[in-house]
């Protein structure tokens, strides 16, 4: 069964700091890997996904890598603000067969507080 | 651009009472899923549909059941709620499954549930 762990569960960075967030998973047979921000009270927002083809994904400030061998992804955002303070979770789905649909399996997340 | 909307946000009930949790997406998406939501568990999938008409049990599907009558509506019913079931309900949907291609899930902003 996939496990999918975050460490640490709760992060405090002084503004402009880079962020540093990891996400590990048990079984490296992923389809795909997705990072999500969740703010107090909403729903996810879908930050990037990484293919399981591929090493690494950008957009803006926000760069993430996997190394599926590892069993390993980690999100870095760079010269943090304070409106990055947020809950980021990481999510692995596997590949759809025909006893499997591919579902999706989460992390608990990481709690970000960004200090000004 | 609505995206997906959860009803209602709010809801309080007794033990032994029932209530339908309502969501609908205006992305003509295939896939809908509902998920519940606990302090530090991450996102456990409850019952997820694949198509109108269709349904199927995720990770967490004892004491709940789904509708799907309409593709753009997905229904999460709670017959006899119990305090076990406070949590956060969010509802998601996807253009296909997310273990045969990379589209993200969209998320609703949740349903907030107490059971006392």
């Known amino acids: 069964k996939q496990e999918v762990t975050q460490i640490p569960a709760a992060l405090s960075v002084p503004e402009g700091e880079n962020l540093v967030l990891n996400c590990s998973f048990t079984?490296?047979?992923?389809?795909?890997l997705q990072w999500f921000r969740q703010d107090p009270g909403k729903g996810l927002t879908s930050l990037l996904l990484?293919?399981?083809?591929?090493r690494e994904q950008t957009s803006g400030r926000l760069n993430a890598s996997l190394d599926k061998s590892s069993g390993r992804s980690t999100l870095y955002i760079a010269a943090s603000q304070p409106g990055d303070s947020a809950t980021y979770l990481c999510a692995v789905s596997s590949y759809m067969t025909t006893d499997s649909w591919g579902k999706l399996q989460f992390g608990a997340g990481t709690q970000v507080v960004v200090t000004p | 651009n609505a995206g997906v909307t959860q009803t209602p946000k709010f809801r309080v009930l007794k033990t032994g009472q029932s209530m339908t949790l309502l969501c609908a997406q205006d992305?003509?998406?295939?896939?809908m899923y509902w998920y519940r939501q606990d302090p530090g568990m991450g996102l456990r999938l409850i019952h997820y549909s694949v198509g109108e008409g269709t349904t199927a049990k995720g990770e967490v599907p004892d004491g709940y059941n789904v509708s799907r009558l309409k593709k753009q509506n997905f229904l999460l019913g709670l017959e006899s709620a119990a305090p076990s079931q406070t949590s956060v309900y969010f509802c998601?949907?996807?253009?296909?499954?997310?273990?045969?291609?990379?589209?993200?899930?969209?998320f609703g902003d949740g349903t907030r549930l107490s059971i006392l």
């Open positions: 992305m003509n998406h295939e896939y």
């Open positions: 079984d490296s047979a992923i389809y795909n």
């Open positions: 990484i293919q399981s083809s591929q």
């Open positions: 998601a949907s996807s253009l296909t499954g997310t273990g045969n291609s990379n589209q993200p899930q969209h």
